[in-house]
């Protein structure tokens, strides 16, 4: 059965303290690993696109990379607005379904 | 920007009514999505729909329905609301280009009393 596994499950930073999230997946002919950022009350953002093992995508604090059973997610010098919960999902082929994980709720404290 | 507009940010309903709960998206996607999400369960998917009339049943249909009479618009329907409904739901769009990402509308979070 496809399986997407996200931890910690909750992850509490000081601000410019660097850390990493774990995506693992078990998915048969991974076709692509979506990372998105979920506000409180709001829907999830997208984020990066990955398609293959090696690749690494980022933007501003974060960095996104590609292994053939898991994904990080890299925040550096987190600020206080990076607080969110960060989903990831996979995606193996057929009408673009996703299968996503429960997520990570990160914190960032001043 | 694409654009994913849920009808309503907060319903409340009492067992056994029918609920509506309607998605509109402005980009000319082909495929509609509509989600639960739970605390600790992410998000699962409840039926999606890949073109005008057709749909298909995701990974927990039961007790639940669809519509869509019109390419931009997904309608979910609970056809007799029970307390275990209660839930964020969240509706998306994409397009056929399975490199394209998913687009969410900011969730109805509904409550069954």
């Known amino acids: 059965e496809d399986q997407v596994t996200q931890s910690p499950e909750a992850l509490r930073l000081q601000e410019g303290e660097s850390s990493s999230l774990n995506c693992s997946y078990t998915?048969?002919?991974?076709?692509?690993l979506f990372w998105y950022r979920q506000d409180p009350g709001k829907g999830p953002e997208f984020l990066f696109t990955?398609?293959?093992a090696g690749e690494e995508k980022e933007k501003e604090r974060l960095k996104a990379t590609l292994t053939k059973k898991e994904s990080f997610l890299h925040i550096t010098a987190p600020k206080p607005e990076d607080s969110a919960t960060y989903l990831c999902a996979a995606y193996s082929g057929g009408y673009n379904k996703l299968i996503f994980g429960a997520g990570t709720r990160l914190a960032v404290h001043p | 920007d694409v654009k994913v507009t849920q009808s309503s940010r907060y319903l409340v309903k009492r067992t056994g009514e029918k609920v509506f709960l309607e998605c509109v998206q402005d980009?000319?996607?082909?495929?509609m999505f509509w989600y639960r999400q739970d605390p600790g369960l992410g998000l699962r998917l409840i039926y999606f729909?890949?073109?005008?009339?057709?749909?298909e049943k995701g990974d927990i249909p039961e007790g639940y329905s669809v519509s869509r009479e019109k390419k931009e618009r997904f309608s979910l329907i609970l056809e007799s609301a029970s307390t275990n409904q209660t839930s964020m739901y969240l509706c998306?769009?994409?397009?056929?280009?399975?490199?394209?990402?998913?687009?969410f509308g900011d969730g109805t979070r509904l409550s069954i009393l």
């Open positions: 729909s890949y073109d005008v009339k057709m749909k």
């Open positions: 998915v048969s002919g991974l076709r692509g």
């Open positions: 990955l398609y293959s």
């Open positions: 980009m000319d996607h082909e495929n």
């Open positions: 998306a769009s994409s397009s056929w280009d399975s490199n394209q990402p998913q687009h």
